[in-house]
């Protein structure tokens, strides 16, 4: 078996394509940090500071939030050289007296120019506020501050399978165009060829447009964890990390039309308990990897936020929901509707001083229909909701309905039949949840609006590139 | 530094949840494989032989290709043991005569039994034909067949991202809905909201139901690489894996309504070799560690296919777009179409021995408008399709046209002012190309029918669950 392995790694190295490196990114320079090593570097200037006889530049390639500094020999400088442009920078690496790595310039050459007063819209040395860069959404992963974020999510999403892969769950991709219609239809977008000659050619009696396609009225996906627990009745452990849809008229700043969820289904799971276990160990497990590989970037999006939470050694806090409708009446946030409104959920958090609260034990007319009672209260469902700083609710969740007949008087619809035929062979008790990934990094590094958390934001109005 | 890591290192240990694990996955008692030991399983029983005083049966949890066998005393067999029941056993690891991990059970409980004769659709030692296994879409993962195949693409997924990791490229994850429609509006879904009420309350003058919620036409994403060519002039290399959509009436082995591509764009990409390079190596590193993760998963999907193909160790053809309509001619599979089409492209494969070819420098209309013109001849563009044995086309890439005033000229639409824009500034080089999952699954396990290459296929009619 080593053997065997070994002989793959060779056969690895042997196919590397013989090329020179033509460049090397600026995270592989610093990490390295060869002092006397003539390096090639590509990038973008971010800032210039004119000296008598040196210019300081520093240069960006996107690879990580620190800059290399480049020291430029006046001769070596021509009008095109201005922030914003690109360049290509040969150079000898060396250290500054503070002993701060850079790049002694002996050969410069700028790719693109970048005139700020031919309409560029971020003036250097100058912090611009979100909403003003949210305006110019095909440059804005120009400025630090976008582009600190989407290396975050970067980050996150590779720790995410991490976690996951180290657990042998198995990643499903879930399908985006789905027949079901079970959760609350009205929030979903619905999807039909554009192309009128395919309409004409498809088109059979008795269908309209909205089912000539596929037969069945068709929507985006607004959860995958009917299909998770399709596959989880197969093949145990899964998840899976894609985009989601709600055609909501909602504008908030906890609110997309289009975001990522983090869904998991745990084969074998018994226990609202074990679920928490695993949500619990997630989270922190994310929150502290991240910090691990971004702590520059989570600085840059916010110096305040990115302190370790203390919550990180702290076990997470369990309320009943109707633990917590007490608290909410004590500290008269109470509300006349049923449920836990934002509000609320952001009241609860700072109640408990910022530790996550997992909300159990939910009344069954709040929750789906797929939810499993509660032993000892039929009227109450094992679900959880998890609750967080900034954005409250993060995470959502349950012990699935395991019992066939049960299931059966529950369905609400004949289109979900398959759902209840996983119960009739090999069934297994599952549980799982969803998480939303744009609110994970809300929470983790401080970004009140959520439009700022992934690079192309979908809201109503707003579908521009 | 280093001691920061390991302090976040310990906290990370000291994170964990203390909870006894509850169970092991079977691919983690086959790798450590400690005899003497106590171990609980759960899974389902794939086969059952009984002898005189012993059972004999073959337990599965999905985490890997190969079955735990269990020896079971005869005392401990109940009616609801039998293939397709999910069972909870606990028992001590030993080694058959033979040297084979096998679990002596002490105690085994059926959690889920399994009635064949209620509608199962799989019969126990029975191999089903792929189009039957097809028909139960949301049962087809307890095959063996579609299990193997699910786990290679789990696998092959993880590849992808630590091959880009290793090179420091951005995973972005690009927007599923889109108001572009410049690369053939005709193939592609439009997206409304389903809700009446929602209709009603944002529809404005000048507004139909097409344009009402996102303000313009709104379309599910043929590709992300103009979205991946912003992100690239900000950051650097970029890529993408996600689902894309077509809406075309095409019912062959090869298309599907809704797949995954890989895309991604680098940065200061200077030439189509450059881009080929990189493309041969991706695609010979994904197969060398596909089979070091899942050789006994290939051999279940195809035992023929799972030979190391004799191409890993040479050199990918080129070809020339003229050169290969050469080819054509003398092999008499000319057409008097313009392009290469897919009996085309198979008999280019074979003409190589099913080794990839590059066909570069195709006829500037028969490709988009964003490509770069040859400098030697502007009739041609700088693009590239990459062939494979099984599918074809399996890649399509291009060097981008980088210069402003040209790619102003060849603009198909006002829409797209933002990608013009994207040159004006700091612009760099860039190439891209774009891979397909399914199809690389197809080549890489011998999946004839690209329906079986993921775990929801949809294509027109065919949207259930």
Chains 1, 2 share one sequence.
């Not at 100058?126 to 120009?142: D, F, G, M, V």
């Not at 399908?175 to 977008?189: K, Q, R, W, Y």
């Not at 702290?314 to 909410?328: N, P």
Request: glycine share 6%; net charge neutral; hydrophobic share 35%.
């Amino acid at each position: 078996m080593l053997c065997r392995k070994a002989c793959n790694y060779n056969l690895i190295n042997y196919l590397k394509i013989a090329t020179q490196k033509p460049y090397s990114v600026i995270a592989s320079v610093l990490e390295n940090a060869t002092v006397g090593e003539d390096t090639e570097v590509k990038g973008w200037v971010k800032n210039l500071r004119v000296q008598k006889h040196l210019i300081f530049a520093d240069v960006s390639d996107g690879s990580c939030a620190q800059k290399l500094q480049i020291i430029i020999p006046k001769e070596l400088k021509t009008d095109a050289l201005t922030c914003g442009s690109s360049v290509h920078i040969r150079g000898k690496l060396s250290k500054s007296p503070r002993g701060q790595l850079e790049l002694l310039a002996e050969n410069i050459k700028v790719l693109g120019a970048c005139v700020v007063l031919d309409g560029y819209p971020f003036n250097p040395r100058t912090t611009h506020p979100p909403e003003y860069i949210r305006q110019y959404i095909h440059l804005r992963s120009r400025t630090n501050y976008v582009s600190s974020i989407l290396r975050v999510r970067n980050s996150l999403t590779r720790h995410i399978h991490d976690f996951y892969a180290s657990k042998k769950y198995l990643n499903v991709h879930t399908p985006i165009l789905t027949s079901n219609d079970c959760e609350g239809a009205g929030e979903m977008f619905k999807v039909q060829p554009e192309c009128q000659d395919t309409v004409k050619a498809m088109m059979q009696e008795g269908k309209n447009e909205d089912t000539l396609y596929f037969g069945s009225k068709t929507y985006l996906s607004v959860s995958g964890q009917l299909h998770l627990e399709a596959i989880c009745r197969g093949m145990g452990n899964v998840y899976t990390l894609g985009p989601t849809f709600r055609a909501e008229n909602a504008r908030s700043r906890l609110h997309l039309s289009e975001f990522y969820m983090l869904e998991a289904e745990l084969a074998f799971c018994y226990s609202l308990e074990q679920l928490q276990n695993h949500i619990e160990e997630l989270l922190k497990y994310l929150f502290v990897e991240t910090r691990n590989t971004n702590e520059a970037d989570l600085s840059v999006i916010d110096k305040e936020n990115c302190k370790e939470p203390s919550w990180l050694r702290q076990k997470f806090v369990t309320l009943t929901y109707d633990e917590a409708q007490d608290i909410l009446k004590k500290k008269k946030v109470a509300s006349t509707e049923k449920g836990i409104n934002k509000e609320q959920e952001l009241a609860l958090v700072d109640y408990c001083n910022g530790t996550p609260i997992f909300i159990v034990s939910w009344p069954k007319d709040l929750k789906s229909f797929y939810m499993k009672e509660c032993q000892s209260d039929n009227s109450k469902v094992e679900a959880l909701d998890l609750l967080a700083p900034i954005t409250g609710e993060i995470v959502g969740g349950s012990l699935r309905e395991d019992d066939y007949d049960r299931l059966k008087l529950k369905l609400p619809s004949e289109k979900l039949d398959w759902y209840l035929e996983l119960r009739k062979f090999g069934n297994i008790p599952t549980g799982g949840y969803g998480l939303g990934l744009e609110r994970l990094l809300q929470t983790m590094c401080g970004i009140t609006n959520i439009k700022d958390t992934l690079p192309f934001p979908r809201w109503p109005h707003n579908c521009s590139m």
